[in-house]
């Protein structure tokens, strides 16, 4: 596995997990009320987001690099 593949895997799965955290804390917040948990869930998802936007720059600047 190249180090452009590695690390599209990576920002992939690490999106996921922003993801992940972020609804979780959202449904904390539903149950619980807790400003904490809301304030933890924007800032997952803004990273979550953050990420993706990243994730496009570094595709298109690799556009001519191989996989392999």
């Not at 994730?55 to 191989?66: D, E, I, N, P, V």
Request: net charge positive; proline share 0%.
């Amino acid at each position: 596995m190249s180090l452009k593949a590695f690390h599209i895997f990576f920002i992939a799965l690490s999106i996921l997990m922003c993801i992940g955290i972020g609804a979780f804390r959202a449904q904390a917040y539903a149950e619980n009320g807790e400003l904490g948990a809301l304030a933890q869930a924007a800032v997952s998802f803004a990273a979550g987001a953050g990420l993706a936007v990243y994730a496009k720059r570094f595709l298109k600047k690799t556009k001519g690099f191989g996989y392999l």
